[in-house]
């Protein structure tokens, strides 16, 4: 019987695919397909792997100590039957054969299964044997591990899907974390749900950049959705139906054909300069979270990458973090990949909901951090890690030698950090002209995200070169909502009226005094604020590649003069969202018919 989640819209699109549950603990784990000419070698692997554990097992009963409990013994005795039973083996070689999972998907896609199953038990002496399944299951996925066989150690490998050649698969998850998301970038999946997550949690954040349809916050949908079910994700509605009937099916199947045609169309924009219908030029820049995807911002048309949310090269990583080297050659790859359009590298940016891999030592300060996302976040945490922060200033420095390279400050809000990350970069400076390495003029910036830094504007005016409004945080520290807790996700409101004051004011001082001001949070990319924040002065805006084209044609049927004689009205109003549709509508029904340019 068919059934709907309700949870967040936060990728558009509609996706359609069969579930694959993946557990949290179990995200890392490798998914890939393999090829139908490997699928028996596959099961050799398992069967190998099941071989050694079954050894490893039997040589911990022989060597357990006579006086040892008889308990120890019997448990060993029920992880040998759990190992040798069909329910596990013969069900997970059936992931294989049929559907060309690799080995270790097979075996966590059958543990959700028959973990499900020991939940509903009554009997609570079977109910507990869920434990010792896993327990299996885990010293199963060590042997693999040691002797990984996917094509690319473990990388979610995109083109294999044509070997499977049946049904696309949608994830299911009660939380990801945006590292863990990050290896699915590449992946197999057409689209996401999760339980947990608001709308601009950096998880919703990065599926929006792999551009598939995805719905967080849908609470119980891990629980309730089966491994292999039929799964529709209404990215645009925030809804997930389960089994629908096949007249639903049908239906989301014609909406998912429109939309395809939708961006089909939109992406003929691509060449098209961003000018409204009175003329005004707007830079339409593009947010990265990997050197890789500046082909994806080029490819969308951006004129520049407005934020290259380096964090993403900290994450994933085996405990240690990326030094200067690495860092530079990653940055020069997204600078040479622009070929000569501005790149705007931000300075590291962990905390809050983006942690450091679990073995790292910087990380295990997080973890006692009450609340992460007040806590040692973004420029603070690179301010006490001065080695750390010394690198990445060079790293970025020394791209600069081979693009136009801008850098942005995450987070500040004392002036003794505006201080201390001037000082910083005055040394990197140094250190680099004695050592001979080259770098060119980078333009300096600071985010404006947190309301003490939108209220001592001037200040912040007088230290940089320009400045991004990070609308994400903005709104989260100016409403005192946790952007990533979908329990208080109604009350995440980018209409808010003191929020849009805070946006406007900061735009109109930063133009009067001169500097270049963008916003690079996710406002930006939503065409629903474009009217408004054109309204209001903003010339420069910076989003997902995905997000370019709707916002590109927003921009070609905008009259900025039109707009800013009615913005005053909207941010006035208690309830701008409906204010914004009435005033603006009179302007688009005033607006001359767009050029040829801009018919779709
Ligand atoms: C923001 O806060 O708006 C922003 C762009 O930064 P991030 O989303 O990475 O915190
Ligand atoms: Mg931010």
Redesign the pocket.
Known sequence: MGFQVFGLPVSRGIAIGRAVLVSSSRVDVAHYFVDPARVEAEIDRLRSARDEVAQELGTLQKELPPDAPHELSALLDVHLMLLHDETLTGATKQWIRERHYNAEWALSAQLEVLARQFDEMDDEYLRERKADLEQVVERLLRVLARDAGAPDSGVPVVGARDFAGEDPLVLVASDIAPADLLQFKRSVFTGFVTDVGGR?S?TA?VARSMDIPAVVGAREASRLIRQDDWVVIDGDAGVVIVNPSAIVLEEYRFRQRQSELERARLSRLRHTPAVTLDGQHVELLANIELPGDAAAALEAGAVGIG?F?SEFLFLNREGDLPGEEEQYLAYREAVEAMRGLPVTIRTV?VGADKSLDRMSLHELRHEHTLNPALGLRAIRWSLSEPDMFRQQLRAILRASAHGKVRMLV?MLAHVGEIRQTVEALQRAKSELERAGHPYTDVEVGA?I?VPAAALMLPVFLRHFDFVSI?????IQYTLAIDRADEAVAHLYDPWHPAVLRLVAETIAQAQRAGRGVSV???MAGDPAFTDLLLGVGLRSFSMHPSQLPAVKQRVLRADTRRLAERVGAVLTSEDPQAASVTQFAVVAAHAPAPGPATVL
């Open positions: 601009t950096h954040i934020l949310r940016d995450p985010m995200e990070g609308t994400n945080d903005l690079c949070g996710e």
